[in-house]
């Protein structure tokens, strides 16, 4: 248990069992009644924002959560396994708990894995990875129209538009929050 002058950007809380984790706060003491504390909170387990408001002297519950450095190993069945380098205690975690990123989930991709007590409940990429390209069409001779993209498919099996001139077998970077192209990259 803490109280609401505990209250900070990033402190993870649990509402009515829940994990969540402060995005904004701001204290509010108004000429008459009592001072409180406005917040948005972000659901750790289905990402979705709400606002939420403490008395003054409230107490609210921190969350049991931890994040792990993991490395990503496999595909097993409906979940992905990660394992702890550190320890090399293995944890599966549900496909629709990794959703949208896991199209850029590459054998060895370090992550960090989010466990509230005990369970994952999510998996945070790095910013941007490294792939390869697999397939893409040749760029067309003389097209050379500023910001043309064409699509390419990456050894995970994502699709991202790339510029004309990569080609199969370079590598790119992705930024894993958009599914963008970032630039290419020498190996």
């Known amino acids: 248990m803490s109280s609401t002058t505990d209250i900070r950007k990033g402190l993870r809380i649990q509402i009515d069992g829940v994990p969540y984790h ?3 706060h701001q204290f509010v003491k108004p000429g008459k009644g009592q001072a409180f ?3 948005r ?3 750790l387990v289905n990402g979705n924002v709400i606002e939420r408001t403490w008395k003054s002297g409230e107490s609210v519950e921190l969350a049991d959560v931890e994040e ?8 097993e069945a409906d979940t992905f396994v990660f394992m702890d380098t550190a320890t090399g205690d ?3 975690v549900e496909k629709d708990k990794v959703g949208d990123a896991a199209r850029f989930l590459g054998e060895g991709l370090d992550v960090e894995v989010t466990l509230f007590n005990g369970s994952a409940i999510g998996v945070d990429l790095p910013a941007n990875v490294i792939m390869q390209v697999v397939e893409s069409e040749p760029g067309i ?3 050379t129209a500023s910001g043309a993209t064409k699509p390419a498919k990456l050894v995970t099996g994502a699709t991202v538009n790339v510029p004309l ?3 199969e077998g ?4 992705v930024d894993t929050s958009t599914g963008q192209y970032l630039e290419r990259v020498n190996k």
């Open 141 to 143: 001779k003389g097209d």
């Open 37 to 39: 504390t406005r917040c």
């Open 165 to 167: 001139f990569i080609k």
């Open 90 to 92: 293995q944890i599966h």
């Open 170 to 173: 370079e590598w790119i970077k």
């Open 41 to 43: 909170v972000k659901n």
């Open 68 to 75: 792990r450095k993991m490395t990503y190993s496999w595909e």
């Open 22 to 24: 402060i995005v904004e």
